[in-house]
Nanobody, 113 residues
């Protein structure tokens, strides 16, 4: 099983990034996918989830209206579009398969001027 996140980087406040998580080694289309994040000195926290067919999404209050989770099952990929980023969004972002306990290695997002 592999979950490979990409798309992180340094962005100015108010900017946008799109994270990707490419999955392999399991039947991607059968599972809910989630994004979590961990800021320095803080516990890992839930960001967003999407059900297996992409019809149901849930978001943390802190990102609702700014972030959008989506997936393309034909590509075994889940995305996180992040808009209106602020310094509070600085964290390592992880892809996660809740039903299996699979984690990716994370991608760093830094929001700073």
């Amino acid at each position: 099983v592999q979950l490979v996140e990409s798309g992180g980087g340094l962005v100015q406040p108010g900017g946008s990034l799109r994270l990707s998580c490419a999955a392999s080694g399991f039947t991607f289309s059968s599972y809910t996918m989630s994004w979590y994040r961990q800021a320095p000195g803080k516990e890992r926290e839930f960001v967003a989830r999407i059900n297996n067919v992409g019809s149901i999404t849930n978001y943390a209050d802190s990102v609702r209206g700014r972030f959008t989770i989506s997936r393309v099952n034909a590509e075994n990929t889940v995305y996180l579009q992040m808009n209106s980023l602020g310094p509070e969004d600085t964290a390592v972002y992880y892809c996660y398969v809740p039903m299996r306990g699979y984690w990716g290695q994370g991608t760093q997002v830094t929001v700073s001027s």
